[in-house]
């Protein structure tokens, strides 16, 4: 018996091995095959793709709703009445899935450059199941709970759309190489045509994004305006317990050069500060007025709210994740903080020559002070001896009985009706301060002040579109933003966008052409030339394929019915063999 020269030689590969083992749990060689993926597979792998995406924007929407985090937690607190850090265990799912499926994304991207067929394991394809379902019911609850939060992404993209777009642009770039692959095979059909259609599609609207961004950090750096000034929102409630006068005094020394606060009048006619419309979470109410817990602030005496501690509950819950960071000087501080007053917090201010900007909760109905709950207020100011000039007042109500404060509005309102109502501030959030509406109040001489900003790339946005004020949690953070995160003429910017986009077309159109030019090469084998030049020349994945199916191909067609195969996985090669005898 002879045997005549083996067409395939089996070696060992150890990288496909890996790929198509955690991908498919196909680890031997004969597992694996070449054929056309079946459509239940590219069912499945189209669920794979749409979990990323779907994964993509759900972390792309956690990390920039940083600056929102503690206003998430306060939400679900007041829907719970508990006080938990809701954004860990949120965190932690995330980075697991987003890990797990961009793994399995990338493996099935090696599969199809290899030319294996997807056959996603039955444990990943659970997982993936898993890892949707989970991400789905995530963004149904935000839109339930945190509705407004959605607006975070447009106001992002002002910072980030000008690096996403290169990063997409890069992304799409480089998965034209598959792309090419699949095209440009001899055998065409109209899916082949879908795809290339699909695929250039994409590209021209990424080389066309651009005109659609709005970047107000794309601007002339003589037209950069001063270095917007710093509210201490609550004073500094990542550093101290909030509406207190260690919070209040932090501010000021991280640059603070406002005070913000919310004000409650007590059941006795006293201002205090408090946030919540109950005394349960910042205070040990529940110890010392445990059948009143549930109560309405406003409706305690001051002398029963000063026997309340106002800062066990900050080193306790830690809402901020800073409380690890304080020394023992501070933590022993803070254990010891009671609930400010009104005249305790314009005090400070006074001495600080700081203004001060107050959110008037006005008292119920049946509250014994709902009707001098003004008279209240105005008097604190007189005893705290602080300028009525000084402090601006919200809501925008009772106008008549207001003399000599700033009266601010928390809503959107047009010029004219600004004009009629003699209001001269805003004080907006973020998501309505658009870089439009903010540059024409600028120019009718309406001071704009936006609240929360606590990122340095929200601050550094609003600071090229000019607001002249901000009100936020984390001052300490905003105080090392000395210049925008990043400052661009609009001629850098074109040049870069043009330049991207000429760079990826010229690539692109290099991954066709030599697509193309492999592609013709390994049709213009036929059987005599692969048998010749099996010795001579290092075997390619392309001619292995082809000699497998050439030898396939005939054993199924029964050219020759004497002929067989053999394959000795155990020695690692496969055989010719011809009837045996020479």
């Known amino acids: 018996m002879v045997k005549h020269q083996p067409l395939q030689v089996y070696e060992k590969q150890f990288f496909l091995s890996f790929v198509t083992g955690i991908y498919g749990c196909r680890w031997k060689r004969y597992q694996r095959s070449q054929d056309s993926t079946s459509k239940w597979e590219c069912l499945w792998f189209t669920i794979l793709c749409c979990s990323f995406f779907l994964l993509l924007f759900w972390t792309y929407f956690w990390f920039v709703a940083q600056n929102d985090f503690n206003d998430f937690n306060w939400s679900v607190y007041n829907r719970s009445g508990e006080w938990t850090d809701e954004t860990i265990p949120i965190a932690a799912s995330t980075s697991v899935g987003i890990s797990y499926i961009t793994f399995l994304v990338i493996l099935a991207l090696f599969h199809i450059s290899l030319g294996q067929q997807l056959n996603l394991y039955w444990v990943h394809k659970i997982g993936v199941l898993a890892t949707l379902a989970t991400t789905i019911s995530g963004v149904v609850s935000v839109d339930d709970i945190w509705g407004d939060e959605w607006e975070i992404l447009f106001i ?11 990063g997409a642009l890069a992304t799409v770039t480089a998965v034209g190489w598959l792309v090419a692959g699949y095209v440009v095979r001899k055998e065409r059909s109209h899916f082949q045509m879908m795809v290339l259609v699909v695929y250039m599609v994409i590209l021209v609207a990424l080389y066309l994004a651009p005109l659609l961004f709005t970047c107000p950090c794309v601007m002339d750096r003589n037209s950069l305006k001063a270095r917007p000034e710093i509210v201490g929102r609550r004073g500094a409630p990542m550093l101290a317990p909030e509406n207190t006068v260690l919070s209040f005094n932090r501010a000021l020394q991280q640059g603070a050069t406002s005070l913000q606060a919310d004000v409650t009048i007590s059941v006795d006619g006293v201002p205090f500060l408090m946030r ?13 007025f445990p059948s009143r817990q549930y ?11 000063r026997t309340l501690n106002a800062g066990q509950w900050f080193l306790k819950s830690d809402p901020f994740w800073t409380a690890g960071t304080l020394t023992a000087k501070d ?4 254990e010891n903080q009671t609930v ?8 400070l201010a006074a001495r600080a020559n700081a203004s001060a900007l107050l959110n008037i909760r006005k008292p119920p109905a049946q509250h014994p002070r709902a009707r001098s709950w003004f008279m209240d207020t105005l008097w604190a100011v007189q005893k705290a001896g602080f300028p009525t000039k000084r402090v601006t007042w919200s809501p925008d109500s009772d106008r008549g009985r207001v003399r000599g404060f700033q009266q601010t509005a928390q809503e959107k309102l047009s010029v004219q009706e600004m004009r009629q109502r003699g209001i001269t501030s805003l004080t907006l959030h973020y998501s309505k301060a658009n870089h439009k509406d903010i540059q024409e109040y600028l120019a009718n001489n309406v001071s704009v002040t936006v609240y929360p900003v606590n990122e340095a790339w929200l601050y550094s946005t609003l600071w090229c579109s000019g607001v002249p004020s901000v009100s936020s949690d984390a001052p300490q953070v905003l105080r090392k933003v000395p210049y925008p995160i990043w400052l661009m003429s609009q001629t850098a910017y074109y040049f870069i966008w043009i330049a991207s986009d000429l760079l990826s077309l010229a690539v692109v159109l290099v991954i066709f052409s030599f697509q193309k030019w492999k592609m013709s090469g390994i049709q213009s084998c036929n059987p005599e030339q692969i048998v ?5 020349r290092p075997q390619t994945r392309e001619v292995n394929i082809m000699k497998e199916k050439l030898i396939f191909s005939e054993l199924s067609n029964g050219r020759s019915s004497s002929e067989e195969i053999s394959l000795h996985p155990e020695n690692g090669y496969a055989s010719y063999m011809h009837g045996g005898l020479l």
């Open 156 to 166: 992002s993209l002002q910072a980030t759309a000008p690096f996403l777009h290169i």
């Open 276 to 288: 919540d419309h109950t005394l349960r979470r910042t205070t040990d109410v529940r110890k010392i």
């Open 295 to 305: 109560e309405d602030a406003s409706f305690f005496n001051w002398t029963e709210i």
């Open 331 to 334: 933590r022993a501080r803070i």
């Open 340 to 347: 400010c007053s009104l005249v305790d917090m314009l005090r």
């Open 532 to 536: 010749l030049n099996v010795v001579g």
